[in-house]
């Protein structure tokens, strides 16, 4: 089975601080991607990546930056978060140009 | 504009009821729909893929019908049980890569 696994599932964070998410995946898929997610808005694309050191803005890059230095790992940070930035975040990762997603189990976080 | 919307909202049903899900987007050039699960906290999982010549496909209790002429598609479940209470995500891919268009999502509630 197709396993993507996101550091964290819960964190709180103060206003200003940096703060990194984590996604791993093991199915040696080249695409993996950022959203998040908040209610009544679905889920919103923030970075994609199609192979390793290769990224692309998705529609709410703002704020966020991305890493991707191996093909099995997908970095999101928030360099100084805000409290908008409060939400879940999922992780997916897919073959192909349209292929299926697999998601992690998503992060919350929260901005104090 | 690409959109994707999803109909109703919220329901509720009595558990062995049976429901239909609707999913109406504008998408241009339509690759492919996927109907997803997502338990509460937890990330969306596929339940099904229509292409553009397949008009109903079948995934247990699951059956998801699409018209690509009218641009809509619906997922029925049958017999429902507790745990189909989630909430289920039309995704609709374009023809452009790595272009996922996700709708809000329809938030369903099986009592007992």
């Known amino acids: 089975d197709v396993k993507v696994t996101q550091s964290s599932r819960y964190l709180v964070k103060r206003t200003g601080e940096k703060v990194f998410l984590e996604c791993v995946q093991d199915m040696d898929h080249e695409n993996m991607f950022w959203y998040r997610q908040d209610p009544g808005l679905g889920l919103r694309l923030i970075y994609f990546?199609?192979?390793?050191?290769?990224?692309e803005k998705g529609d709410i890059p703002e704020g966020y930056s991305v890493s991707r230095e191996k093909k099995e790992r997908f970095s999101l940070i928030l360099e100084s978060a805000s409290t908008n930035q409060t939400s879940m975040y999922l992780c997916a990762s897919g073959t192909g140009s349209t292929g299926e997603l697999f998601f992690g189990e998503g992060s919350r976080l929260t901005v104090l | 504009k690409n959109q994707v919307e999803q109909s109703p909202q919220s329901l509720i049903i009595l558990e062995g009821k049976n429901c239909t899900l609707q999913c109406n987007y504008t998408v241009s050039p339509f690759s492919n729909l996927r109907w997803y699960k997502q338990d509460t906290g937890r990330g969306p999982v596929s339940l099904t893929i229509?292409?553009?010549?397949?008009n109903t496909k079948s995934n247990g209790r699951y059956t998801a019908t699409l018209d690509a002429d009218t641009k809509q598609s619906s997922l029925h479940i049958t017999a429902s049980q507790l745990s189909d209470s989630a909430s289920y995500i039309c995704?609709?891919?374009?023809?452009?890569?790595?272009?996922?268009?996700f709708g809000t999502g329809t938030r369903l509630k099986v009592l007992a």
């Open positions: 990546s199609y192979d390793v050191k290769m990224k």
């Open positions: 229509m292409t553009f010549s397949e």
């Open positions: 995704v609709v891919s374009a023809v452009e890569a790595y272009k996922y268009i």
